[in-house]
């Protein structure tokens, strides 16, 4: 799983739901909604886990999935009964179980540890976060629990006939472009290499033909002069000054500039800026193109632009009939999109069907709280 995955609405309930896992209280850690929530940093480990037992695996997916929802469920206004949510899922669980072992598919624990293990991480405090650091750790587990059987160096058609690497690492489908079926034909199943700090990365000379991405919290960067010259190397995330080609090689806050390819702080309003830089201006404001300085979005009233800058300050919606900036809507008003909406909310409650800005109710929609008062799994 990319990082784009991670960004999918509702990605994390669903992982919990279709995937299913052991018991949160195995592991020690809570579920449900809290106050603090941990998107910035859980300080999960990944590589502490302990690997879950398929015998424990549906009785477990059942209470993951119930104790996570059923909190958040209660506090929107939504009826839950936690024995018929337990047994929805575990009737799910059992189907899914005889599908995957069926299609010849093995039970991986260890990837069932880490991605029940990290789940908390990213579904607490009833919203979904992709911002912990192990999310993408936790992510590409989840997405190993059920593998196949092929070793490594074996004949694979994709990357989900492929068994699990004995120590975690990404097992995927390698192979010569064929034409007329994908490129998957008379493929190996392959580890995915991964360069630590200084090591070569990406597709250069002295990294091989194979891409080579960088472990996590490091970026894949073009550096003149490290180590074979023009080639890239897994670098630590840049400061300010510090050389970059897009902003994922700065740390977060910050972006790179284009023109000086080195990573800077976005400029408060007022200040100058670089056209061609979406980033450049801090939050609230925007580049005016023609002069070239920091200006604050504008507000109620005022002209914007549906799909371009300038767009609206945080308290406002552009409309895309007038082209004007309209003040949001608080909750209980008619809405058609969540971008109306102080809230970012436009939809139904556990009371009424109407389109109206609500409070977010987060991981608690309709269909999930259904689940939670005992209705069949719709994934």
């Known amino acids: 799983m990319n990082a784009g995955s991670l960004a999918q609405s509702h990605r994390w309930v669903h992982v919990v739901a279709s995937l299913g896992l052991a018991t949160l209280a195995a592991l020690g850690l809570g579920v449900g909604c809290s106050d603090g929530g941990s998107g910035g940093g859980s300080g999960f480990n990944p590589s502490t886990a302990p690997p879950i037992a398929q015998a424990d695996y549906c009785a477990s997916k059942a209470n993951v999935y119930c104790g996570i929802v059923l909190p958040c469920c209660q506090a929107v206004g939504y009826p839950t009964d936690r024995g018929k949510c337990q047994d929805a899922m575990l009737a799910s669980c059992q189907s899914e179980v005889s599908t995957k072992t069926a299609a010849g598919r093995a039970y991986d624990a260890r990837a069932a540890g880490v991605c029940l293990g990290g789940l908390p991480s990213v579904t607490t405090g009833c919203k979904e976060s992709a911002n912990d650091p192990a999310a993408t750790a936790i992510g590409d587990a989840c997405d190993r629990i059920w593998v196949g059987a092929v070793p490594i160096g074996g004949t694979c058609a ?106 800077a702080s976005p400029a408060p309003v007022g200040a100058a800026c670089a056209p061609n830089d979406t980033s450049s201006c801090a939050t609230g404001g925007y580049c005016d193109q023609t002069a070239k300085k920091c200006v604050a979005l504008p507000g109620a009233g005022a002209p914007c632009a549906t799909f371009a800058y300038p767009q609206c300050a945080a308290d406002s919606s552009c409309d895309a ?24 909310y436009c939809g139904g409650t556990a009371t009424s069907t109407a389109k109206a800005c609500n409070p977010d109710p987060g991981i608690a929609s309709a269909s999930t709280c259904a689940v939670a008062n005992g209705a069949a799994p719709p994934f």
């Open 321 to 344: 009939t007038s082209k004007l900036c309209v003040a949001k809507k608080g909750n209980g008003q008619a809405c058609s999109t969540s971008s109306e909406c102080l809230s970012g």
């Open 158 to 263: 994709s990357s989900t006939d492929c068994a699990a690497a004995s120590d975690g690492s990404t097992v995927y489908c390698s192979a010569p472009a064929t034409p007329g079926d994908g490129g998957t034909s008379g493929g190996k199943c392959t580890v995915q290499p991964v360069a630590k700090l200084g090591e070569a990365c990406g597709t250069n000379t002295d990294a091989g033909a194979t891409y080579v991405s960088c472990v996590t919290g490091l970026s894949c960067l073009y550096v003149a002069g490290a180590g074979v010259p023009g080639s890239s190397h897994c670098v630590q995330l840049g400061d300010v000054g510090a050389q970059c080609h897009t902003g994922s090689d700065c740390k977060s806050a910050l972006y790179c500039d284009s023109t000086t390819l080195k990573c």
